[in-house]
């Protein structure tokens, strides 16, 4: 691998991996509201229409249900289309098409047609968008088997990990936190893939693990370095893919720190940490445990408005690490 | 232009229907022989039912035989075609055979879902069937999306979109033939408009009178055809199809038409009269019409007719003896098929 590593925003990184599947693949195609010469509502495909065409770069109608469907029935007569909702929240609209014909077309039809299918979903709050454009609805659609659905924490996996699904024969759904778009870090030059089902461990500890998701991953790396200065090791696993889940990497860290946080910015009920906490519960790791696994999520609430308020409701570093102290308190 | 239509009537008399124009004895005996197979398979799955040997439920499309069949006869077979939870008729007149369909119904590993979809999700992706769908509308975006493929990878293919009159009033009509006729791609709309959706009739559920009128909301040609005359229909059809290949875009075919049966199996047939009913049976009926077509411009006699009819009953009986005979699925591959098998 001679391939450069440069620092790269999480968009630019998103918008390398569409050029290079759209250079190496004739396939592959764009579909979105505003992803031509508006360069999408998060500048994401920025001037990939100039590069690659209209025909390939396709703005389409405020049409999410219609769109979402041209994406399936594209998707199974051969083409591999990337889908951009402009905010996951839209996802509200097509859930017909998704849930009801992409998850399940390749499983009613016995496995004759596969829908090699990626949509990407801006999500999360901090914009001061409000309430119909900060959802986090990953939970949604990881409900849903036939569904894969991912959440890069960092450039390097939004990357690779969008490489991975355009090369997936099933649907991959992409959850983008909006707030990660524009945070730096190191992306390889080229093509590259990471794996879709795989958590990865960002940081190594003993004292506790926090199993996060999309930006929680880089609010408990800030968490972890407070917790550090008191003497408090904690192991983070970035889960990466929310289905199917990498039982084996969240159920060794637990074995090894016996404590387990779950922090994500959906809302907390029925949420993922429901799911990555029952998932030890009912794993050999219980017999390990010297605490109680603990969530950290969304409140239960839309998200407001006003900024003070709309940090309020999702989980904060200072959260993470008080989270983390009250899990410990117990040893030390 | 004078002589040139009477050259052009005394080759094809104005009085002879467009079918009798366009196709040979041979493809109309298999017309037949399929509006046939359509309406004995369907006969045949509602005995079965009865019997308890199918399980679930199913939407019969007894009396639209003609509709199913006039669309198709002008596709190639790698054209393809999505459909509606009432599709037995337009799979078999896409070219399924019916004893993978029997075998579909009876749940059985030799059917066209290897047992995983049944009556609502019957395909045969071989012939370009990309399958009937559970959801209404659900099918008419997809199709749009098959034909975005056809213009992409510009292979000729046009692609046929089946919905009913319910399907109308749903938003996917509405965005995915806005987005069709925008771009102008190959696919041809067709509304089986049978009076009903479910209960509740056109009359009662449609701002318009024809649905065929919405097409000039979407700059498309809205074209109404009695969709119990295979003939009308097919030539309908026809242009509708030459126009899409010819990249002209979409087309809004209406296909009048009415369903013998209820809605599903749990219908009471409450919302229509018995007099409506045998009036569409007894004075309408697709195949009746067909029949008397066919010995009137001489393709068919009594007796052709006949060998015909004798040929589907032996179809149709092997057909649901090879479902009984067929495998039932292993319970322990109930995950098979949820994702793709990737190679070790």
């Not at chain 1, 009801?100 to 596969?114: H, P």
């Not at chain 2, 005996?29 to 399980?55: C, P, Q």
């Not at chain 2, 059917?111 to 999700?121: D, E």
Request: glycine share 10%; aromatic share 6%; charged share 25%.
């Amino acid at each position: 691998m001679n391939s450069a590593v440069r620092e790269l925003t999480y968009s630019q990184a998103i918008q390398e991996a569409m050029a290079i599947a759209l250079e190496s693949d004739p396939r592959v195609f764009l579909m979105g509201e505003d992803i031509g010469v508006y360069g999408g509502a998060f500048q994401v495909t920025g001037d990939l229409v100039e590069r690659f065409g209209s025909d390939r770069v396709i703005d389409m109608p405020i049409s999410e249900l219609g769109g979402a469907g041209l994406a399936v029935g594209a998707a199974m007569t051969g083409m591999r289309p990337i889908f951009e909702f402009q905010f996951s929240d839209f996802a509200t609209l097509a859930m017909e098409q998704i849930v009801n014909q992409a998850a399940k077309m390749r499983f009613m039809l016995g496995g004759e047609v596969s829908v090699p299918l990626v949509m990407r979903f801006p999500a999360g709050s901090g914009t001061g968008a409000a309430a119909q454009h900060s959802q986090s609805l990953e939970a949604w659609l990881a409900h849903v088997p036939g569904l894969k659905v991912i959440q890069p924490a960092t450039p390097h996996d939004a990357k690779g990990l969008l490489l991975a699904a355009v090369q997936d024969p099933d649907p991959v759904m992409i959850f983008e936190h909006k707030l990660l778009y524009k945070v730096k870090g190191p992306v390889p030059e080229g093509h590259y893939t990471v794996p879709i089902g795989k958590a990865e461990i960002r940081r190594m500890g003993r004292d506790a693990t926090i199993v996060a998701t999309s930006i929680m991953v880089q609010k408990s790396l800030k968490a972890a370095e407070i917790l550090q200065t008191e003497g408090i090791d904690v192991e983070i696993v970035d889960l990466r893919t929310i289905r199917p889940i990498d039982r084996e990497t969240v159920i060794n860290s637990v074995k090894k720190t016996t404590r387990l946080l779950c922090v994500y910015e959906a809302v907390k009920t029925l949420g993922i940490g429901a799911e990555i906490s029952a998932m030890v519960a009912e794993s050999e790791a219980f017999d390990y445990l010297d605490a109680p696994i603990m969530r950290l999520g969304g409140a239960d609430s839309p998200i407001p408005y006003n900024p003070e308020l709309e940090k309020s409701v999702v989980p904060q570093v200072p959260d993470i690490v008080a989270g983390i102290r009250n899990l410990v308190q117990g040893r030390r | 232009m004078k002589n040139e239509s009477k050259s052009k009537a005394k080759s094809e008399p104005a009085n002879v229907p467009f079918a009798f124009r366009a196709y040979s004895p041979e493809q109309l005996r298999d017309v037949l022989r399929k509006m046939y197979l359509i309406r004995r398979f369907e006969e045949g799955a509602e005995d079965s039912y009865t019997r308890g040997l199918i399980h679930g439920t199913m939407h019969l499309s007894i009396g639209q035989e003609a509709s199913a069949l006039g669309i198709c006869m002008p596709l190639k077979s790698d054209d393809q075609i999505t459909s509606t939870h009432r599709g037995h008729g337009h799979c078999i007149a896409k070219g399924a055979q019916v004893d993978r369909m029997f075998a579909e119904f009876f749940g059985k590993t030799t059917g066209y879902c290897k047992g995983r979809g049944g009556s609502m999700h019957i395909a045969d992706v071989s012939q370009g069937n990309l399958g009937a769908n559970g959801i209404v509308a659900g099918g008419i975006p997809i199709a749009v999306g098959a034909a975005l493929s056809a213009k992409m990878q510009k292979n000729g293919k046009v692609v046929i979109c089946f919905f009913g009159d319910g399907a109308n009033n749903e938003g996917a009509f509405h965005e995915s033939l806005n987005m069709a006729s925008i771009w102008k791609l190959p696919v041809v709309f067709v509304c089986e408009n049978n009076g009903y959706g479910m209960s509740t009739s056109t009359a009662r559920s449609t701002a318009v009178a024809n649905i065929a009128d919405r097409a000039a909301g979407y700059s498309m040609p809205g074209v109404i055809v009695d969709g119990n005359n295979f003939s009308a229909v097919a030539e309908a059809s026809s242009a509708a199809i030459e126009r899409a290949r010819r990249g002209e875009g979409p087309t809004l075919i209406e296909s009048k038409t009415y369903r013998h049966r209820g809605h599903s199996k749990s219908d009471r047939n409450r919302y229509r009269t018995k007099e409506e009913i045998d009036e569409w049976k007894e004075l309408r009926d697709p195949i009746a019409l067909f029949e008397s077509e066919l010995r009137q411009f001489g393709i068919l006699n009594d007796a052709g007719i006949e060998e015909v009819r004798a040929s589907v009953e032996k179809e149709i009986a092997d057909a649901i003896q090879f479902a009984k005979d067929s495998p039932m699925p292993n319970t322990g591959a109930a995950l098979d098929y949820v994702y793709t098998e990737l190679p070790q």
